[in-house]
């Protein structure tokens, strides 16, 4: 009957988008009288687990093979799909991510299950399990009725506060049964940058457009990042141009954020580009046009020489911390 | 290759998105629709291995009458034949459901779609798919090799890249830069006029979700303007009245 949540661990720790899933988990657990176990995958130690455990949950499974320490999408999904009929689960939470896109589908049509992407709520249980999704790239949102006896939730970042409930868990060793199918995709390499604050993670983003000229401008978004404790984004011709990686990339056909502080340097606010930030909590822009669209989507504005002000800027945060 | 592409027909980008019968229909009117930006990388790259390696690239669409122009437009991109399957794409579930049973008919060496649609943004589908015919999908997908029937495959992962290989056939959700988004010229807008446009009644109407409605974000209630050469002001703002930092 617990409600399930996947864990996700980044470089041997609990990624703190699933903080926020344990505490969400709890939250729904509580509404239906029942418990959270949390499932981890991979190499972790316990005194990160015992940390989720804190966030809500009183049972962490925890499947240790090193199998794991990749994101191997059939084995994932086997492991939680055996670690929900073994809990009898009938919600299964996850927050969105890489991994997570890719298995939710997959655990729901093996559970037969009802799966809602982007859940931006708590479940309203008053009429049936009815959930809001955010939709057309964060332009609207549509409440769905989760039919099937089993429900998959996929929530979007921020959908609910990490909130340390003190909590202590049982850590149980959790051992899913893979089959030869679980291992059909080989893993080559991976390609990462080290150090940098996720951009999907990162409570502040800091991102430039084309109104920084060149790549060699961008220590000036990096400096500015860098004291915020920010992770740094861009536009799409910014990506395109190689001026930045692609994964850096945010808007419609990039990265969807959704950080409590986004602060777009050079952005014109092209609908595209909008689409990916329109769920952050505050919005900065900072453009040489005061008829720039990024205006009507912020919440603060300086119309200005980003190259004046950036420097500034950063020193008067450095100065306020 | 036999290759199987899944379009969606979405709202242009750039649409403002309106909502009729008390907020339980998208409002089509005036909008502008195009073949959804994943898609048409995923149709893009399926294009290309046809033409380097050969074989065929069929696209199939769930959807009423009134996307067979964005079908059209598939077909004039390349694609050599479409399947529309006559329903209203009620659920993610639904439409796996109706792209499996055309897979098990036909034997597709590869499956593309885009990673997520661009109106419900589930992506759903494309692992729903794969796990309904038992076989591996990948997304989001940023290159794809084929070589026999081996596939090299470059997916995105937060803050980079892993590279995998696995054997055909599987499901790959799709994003830039695995191609350039083709534009069709006259001669494909010619030939797609009469390339074969087969219509299909669905074969299972199972869902396992239903609308209760739409809803709009609360508008912004405006920005608010700090003057360039006082930038200690907004981190004041940002402090003590918005409390983000
Ligand atoms: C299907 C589709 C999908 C798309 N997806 C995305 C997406 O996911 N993400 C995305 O970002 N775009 C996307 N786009 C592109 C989008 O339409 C815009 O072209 C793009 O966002 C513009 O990028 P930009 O704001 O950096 O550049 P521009 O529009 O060129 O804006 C540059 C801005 O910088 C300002 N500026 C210039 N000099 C200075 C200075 N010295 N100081 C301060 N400001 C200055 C200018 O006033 C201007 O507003 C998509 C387009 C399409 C058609
Ligand atoms: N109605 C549909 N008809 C055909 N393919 C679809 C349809 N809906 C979704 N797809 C495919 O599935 C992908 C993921 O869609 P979604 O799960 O809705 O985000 C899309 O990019 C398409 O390739």
């Known amino acids: ?321 | 290759m036999k290759i199987l592409v899944c379009i969606t027909h979405v709202p242009d980008t750039t649409t403002r998105i309106t909502f009729t019968d008390n907020n339980t229909k998208f409002n089509g009117a005036g909008v502008q629709f195009i073949i959804g930006p994943y898609d048409d990388y995923a149709l893009a790259r399926a294009v290309e291995l046809k033409e380097t390696s050969g074989g065929t690239v069929t696209v199939i669409n769930i959807g009423g009458p009134d996307t067979e122009p964005t079908i059209r437009k598939a077909l004039a991109i390349g694609a050599d034949d479409a399947i529309r399957i006559n329903a209203e794409p009620t659920d993610g579930w639904f439409v796996a459901q109706q792209i499996a049973e055309i897979a098990k008919q036909n034997n597709y060496d590869l499956i593309l779609m885009g990673r997520e649609s661009i109106d419900y943004n589930g992506g759903q589908v494309h692992g729903m798919v794969a796990e309904i015919l038992g076989m591996p999908s990948v997304s989001p997908v940023m290159q794809l090799e084929i070589n026999g029937t081996t596939a090299k495959v470059a997916r995105e992962i937060e803050g980079g890249k892993e590279y995998l290989e696995l054997s055909l056939p599987f499901v790959a959700g799709c994003q830039e830069p695995i191609a350039e988004w083709k534009i069709p010229n006259m001669r494909g807008i010619m030939s797609a006029r009469t390339k074969p446009l087969q219509v299909m009644e669905p074969f299972t109407h199972e869902q396992m979700t239903s609308l209760v409605n739409y809803e709009l974000p609360a508008a912004k209630s405006g920005c608010k303007m700090i003057a360039a050469d006082s930038p200690e002001l907004l981190v004041s703002a940002l402090k003590t009245e918005a409390k983000v930092i």
Not at chain 1, 97 to 103: F, L, P, Y
Not at chain 1, 159 to 180: E, K, V, W
Not at chain 1, 284 to 300: M, R
Request: charged share 15%; net charge negative; with cysteine.
């Open chain 1, 1 to 321: 009957m617990a409600v399930l949540v996947f864990i996700e661990i980044a470089e041997g720790e609990i990624k703190k988008s699933s903080l926020e899933a344990v505490s969400y988990a709890k939250s729904v657990a509580d509404a239906m009288g029942t418990s959270v176990t949390a499932l981890a995958l991979g190499t972790i130690s316990n005194s990160e687990l015992e940390n989720a455990a804190k966030h809500g949950a009183t049972k962490v499974l925890h499947a240790a093979d090193a199998v794991y320490n990749n994101q191997v999408i059939n084995a994932y999904t086997t492991a939680l799909v055996e670690a929900a009929k073994a809990e009898g689960s009938t919600v299964i939470v996850l927050e969105k991510s890489s991994i997570v896109d890719a298995i939710a589908p997959r655990i729901a049509a093996r559970l037969n299950a009802s799966l809602a992407s982007n859940v931006t709520e708590l479940p309203n249980l008053s009429n049936g399990f009815e959930v809001e999704c955010s939709i057309f790239t964060g332009k609207a949102f549509a409440v769905n009725k989760l039919t099937a006896p089993i429900k998959v939730l996929a929530i979007k970042k921020n959908a609910h506060a990490a909130i340390d409930h003190g909590t202590a868990a049982t850590i149980t060793a959790f051992n899913p049964s893979l089959s030869a199918a679980d291992s059909a995709v080989k893993h080559i390499s991976t390609e990462k940058a080290t150090g940098d604050i996720l951009l999907t993670e990162a409570d502040i983003v800091v991102s430039g457009g084309r109104g920084l000229k060149a790549s060699e401008n961008w220590h000036l978004i990096e400096n500015l990042a860098k004291t915020l404790g920010a992770a740094t984004g861009c536009s799409k011709p910014v990506s395109d141009m190689h001026w930045r990686p692609h994964h850096e990339h945010v808007g419609q056909t990039g990265i969807k954020v959704s950080p409590s502080l986004y602060i777009a340097v050079g952005i014109s606010g092209a609908i595209q580009h909008i689409a990916g930030i329109s769920s952050s909590k505050v919005i900065v822009a900072i453009n040489s046009d005061p008829e720039a669209p990024i205006f009507k989507a912020a919440d603060y504005g300086i119309v200005g020489d980003a190259f004046q002000i950036l420097p500034k800027l950063t020193a008067a945060f450095e100065a306020a911390k």
